[in-house]
T-cell receptor, first 111, second 114 residues
Framework: DAKTTQPPSMDCAEGRAANLPCNHS???????VYWYRQIHSQGPQYIIH???NNETNEMASLIITEDRKSSTLILPHATLRDTAVYYC????????????FGKGTRLHILP | SQTIHQWPATLVQPVGSPLSLECTVE??????LYWYRQAAGRGLQLLFY??????ISSEVPQNLSASRPQDRQFILSSKKLLLSDSGFYLC?????????????FGSGTRLTVV
């Protein structure tokens, strides 16, 4: 997997948009960007993934730069329940491609 | 729908005792299966993965072993636990159309070796 760089921690006020950055400057053309989050004492939860285009689902939006060297996960209206460690991962996304987790970003939602 | 079951949720075992953690997946066939461990305050470490029955790959040398006796069953074992085996153990599976091989994780087993 290509390496990713994320800030170790971030704060966001409740109700505001949380924007979590990720750098993946060595990403290959066939690698997807995946985001997972891990709430304390739970298993990681898939959030969203994308290849080139921006993506949106019921949980979040993923903005990928045109050169694909960085991306931003956006939680549009953060709540206290969004407090978690967020992992940005790049991988080919085929059946046998393993996920290697980095240290992620610890997001604190402030009341 | 697909579900993943992992048990037990918590476990306290003495040093030197054996270990068996079980993970089963329902609603899919021929999944890839994974065991991860998270030590206290640390990141997720991939321990084993399996692409089919009887096929196990180990990522790191350790005191643990894994087996896949059935398509949707993945077992993590140890003959003699060490204090350093304490941690949060997570099973995961993946499968699906190309480009959407996201992982689904179980709820985890918190193991304390005393």
């Amino acid at each position: 997997d290509a390496k990713t760089t994320q800030p170790p921690s971030m704060d966001c006020a409740e109700g505001r948009a949380a924007n979590l950055p990720c750098n993946h400057s060595t990403i290959s053309g066939n690698e997807y960007v995946y985001w997972y989050r891990q709430i304390h004492s739970q298993g990681p939860q898939y959030i969203i993934h994308g290849l080139k285009n921006n993506e949106t689902n019921e949980m979040a939006s993923l903005i990928i730069t045109e050169d694909r060297k960085s991306s931003t996960l956006i939680l549009p209206h953060a709540t206290l329940r969004d407090t978690a460690v967020y992992y940005c991962i790049v991988r080919v996304g085929n059946r046998d491609d393993k996920i290697i987790f980095g240290k992620g970003t610890r997001l604190h939602i402030l009341p | 729908s697909q579900t993943i079951h992992q048990w037990p949720a918590t476990l306290v075992q003495p040093v030197g005792s054996p270990l068996s953690l079980e993970c089963t997946v329902e609603g899919t066939s021929n999944p890839n299966l994974y065991w991860y461990r998270q030590a206290a305050g640390r990141g997720l470490q991939l321990l084993f993965y399996s692409v089919g029955i009887g096929q196990i790959s180990s990522e790191v040398p350790q005191n643990l072993s894994a087996s896949r006796p059935q398509d949707r069953q993945f077992i993590l074992s140890s003959k003699k636990l060490l204090l350093s085996d304490s941690g949060f153990y997570l099973c995961a599976w993946s499968g699906g159309a190309r480009g959407n091989y996201g992982y689904t994780f179980g709820s985890g087993t918190r193991l304390t070796v005393v």
